[in-house]
């Protein structure tokens, strides 16, 4: 079965920039969305069609896709930004979806 | 305002059976899909399923096979999701969640349900 790669975890400290890859062959025909997880919370979509940002999210979240890895980039990493983060994506048929196995962003 | 409500937390044995519901409101039912996402104790997100209210389909993960069917009431708005044969990896936090399209974004999600399987 299809499967997204990304890694486990990330440090970095405040205001410093944090960037988190997903990886998938079928991310070269198929959209990337990312969601943002707090403890104990429902997900959060901070990020769709690779580089779309939702109303309500800051500026400080982008996305980019060069084909087979997706990006998101946390610019100005703030103690808030502490979360788990999931990227979400289709397999090459389009028909089943899929989630990467959840970065755990750490602020030092 | 859109809202996705479930049910309440289940414990059931293995083999058993469990229905969760996910009663959506404000907006028009039949212009979005419903999908199913479960989150198993310390792990990460894993889509398990979608409902098409308007198109009448469904589809769902090969790794639950024939254990999943997912129904939906148009005039109640409620869609329902139910897994047989529980297993206890099937101990999760079961949550539904919308989309405009097939492939998402999910932009809103229910609160989750928890389901225990345990003897």
């Known amino acids: 079965s299809y499967e997204l790669t990304q890694p486990p975890s990330v440090s970095v400290s405040p205001g410093q920039t944090a960037r988190i890859t997903c990886s998938g062959d079928a991310l070269a025909d198929q959209y990337a969305h990312w969601y943002q997880q707090k403890p104990g919370q429902a997900p959060v979509i901070i990020i769709y069609?690779?580089?779309e940002r939702p109303s309500g999210i800051p500026e400080r979240f982008g996305g980019s896709n060069s084909g087979t890895t997706a990006t998101l980039t946390i610019n100005a990493v703030e103690a808030g930004d502490e979360a788990a983060y999931h990227c979400?994506?289709?397999?090459?048929?389009?028909?089943?979806?899929?989630f990467g196995g959840g970065t755990k962003l750490t602020v030092l | 305002q859109v809202q996705l409500v479930q049910s309440g937390a289940e414990v059931k044995k293995p083999g058993a059976s469990v229905r969760v519901s996910c009663k959506t409101s404000?907006?028009?039912?039949?212009?979005?899909?419903i999908h199913w996402v479960r989150q198993a104790p310390g792990q990460g997100l894993e889509w398990i399923g979608i409902?098409?209210?308007?198109?009448?389909?469904?589809t769902h993960t090969q790794k639950l096979r024939d254990r999943i069917a997912m129904t939906w009431d148009t005039s109640t708005t409620t869609v329902y999701m139910e897994l047989s044969g529980l297993k206890s990896e099937d101990t999760a936090l079961y949550y539904c969640?919308?989309?405009?399209?097939?492939?998402?974004?999910?932009?809103?999600w229910g609160q989750g349900t928890q389901v225990t399987v345990s003897s």
């Open positions: 404000g907006y028009t039912f039949t212009k979005f899909y």
């Open positions: 979400q994506s289709a397999d090459s048929s389009g028909l089943y979806l899929v």
């Open positions: 969640t919308r989309a405009g399209e097939f492939q998402g974004p999910f932009d809103y």
């Open positions: 069609k690779d580089k």
């Open positions: 409902t098409n209210p308007n198109g009448g389909s469904t």
